[in-house]
């Protein structure tokens, strides 16, 4: 069964950047098109980001567009989001999640991993 382990978050000011990475063990991922999902405190988890199978098509919510960058390396099964000019609003739990496809973004995978906490503060 596979594991999804997100890592890389913490405390930072607005305006400045986090890496996040999303290792997989269990079984590879490298043909499943990936995501980072979101969940702040009182909300719904919401998509992020998502990537291809090759890292050739990526996606992202118009909320992090120009500021978050998903990548992925297949090698090490792992998937990252760099995040700069970071906000506020920014603040909540990051996951990642196998999908379908990154023009539907829905999680595959019932088990998620723990999350990784980011928290910007102005």
């Known amino acids: 069964q596979v594991q999804l382990v997100e890592s890389g978050g913490g405390l930072v000011q607005a305006g400045g950047s986090l890496r996040l990475s999303c290792t997989a063990s269990?079984?590879?991922?490298?043909?499943?098109?990936m995501g980072w999902f979101r969940q702040a405190p009182g909300k719904e988890r919401e998509f992020v980001a998502g990537i291809s199978p090759s890292g050739g098509s990526t996606k992202y919510a118009d909320s992090v567009k120009g500021r978050f960058t998903i990548s992925r390396d297949n090698v090490k099964n792992t998937v990252y989001l760099q995040m700069n000019s970071l906000e506020p609003e920014d603040t909540a739990v990051y996951y990642c999640?196998?999908?379908?496809?990154?023009?539907?973004?829905?999680?595959?995978?019932?088990?998620w991993g723990q999350g990784t906490k980011v928290s910007v503060f102005s």
């Open positions: 269990g079984r590879t991922l490298s043909s499943n098109h």
């Open positions: 999640n196998a999908v379908p496809s990154i023009m539907a973004p829905l999680p595959l995978l019932n088990r």
